[in-house]
């Protein structure tokens, strides 16, 4: 295994986003119009870490087939999340007309986005240059939902996206504790299953506990 730090902590990161989409859809309310776009919306970050750390654990050859399908999985995978962070901040704060009318807008976006991933380039940058924007309108959407009601939850929640931004700045940074146990892909990751753990205590709140 090649940068066994990276490749196990976005193993971490799978594992956790898996438990938190399987509970919300479990036991969230069936109903609620957000229960299925929150349990996506981790399913899809676990997905992009589990093709990411395979990439960066069992196929470090840039040049190779099992590289390049695993590494656009990633950011396809990546694009789904900030669809869904689009669409649960639209429905959050706006009416059904307007949600749905800035749901279509993300979905020509994803659509755009995808073609750039498989026709143009797969940085990292890429992804972090298109989920940005969703990250900071669901950070504002939350803090004007928190201003409304105040709840504990969605404060917890906005200290999250707070942490996704700033693990985000870790990554771009590379900024490291350890060069080998601990690189900077790692310790972004590290700050990134806080940030999910956050989340998912916010998307519990709203499609279980309430």
């Given at each position: ?57 069992y ?56 073609g750039?991933v ?40 906005l ?18 504790l ?33």
């Amino acid at each position: 295994m090649r940068e066994p730090d990276v490749t196990l902590t976005d193993y971490a990161i799978t594992l956790e986003c898996g438990l938190f989409a399987y509970w919300l859809l479990v036991h969230g309310q069936a109903d609620h119009p957000l229960r299925l776009w929150f349990a996506v919306f981790f399913a899809s970050i676990g997905l992009a870490a589990l093709s990411g750390g395979t990439a960066h654990g069992y196929f470090p050859n840039a040049a190779t087939f099992g590289q390049n399908v695993l590494w656009a999985a990633t950011l396809i995978a990546l694009g789904v999340t900030a669809l869904c962070g689009w669409t649960i901040g639209a429905r959050l704060y706006f009416s059904g007309s307007v949600a749905a009318w800035m749901q279509s807008g993300a979905v020509a976006l994803f659509v755009l986005y995808c073609g750039v991933v498989l026709f143009v380039r797969r940085d990292f940058l890429v992804a972090v240059l298109y989920y940005l924007p969703a990250t900071l309108f669901l950070l504002v959407v939350y803090g004007l939902v928190y201003r409304q009601g105040g709840e504990a939850a969605i404060l917890i929640g906005l200290l999250g996206l707070v942490l996704t931004l700033a693990a985000a700045g870790i990554q771009q940074a590379r900024l490291s504790l350890h060069p080998v146990y601990l690189s900077y892909n790692a310790l972004y990751h590290a700050v990134q299953a806080l940030a999910l753990f956050c989340l998912y205590w916010s998307a519990r709140w709203w499609v279980i506990m309430r």
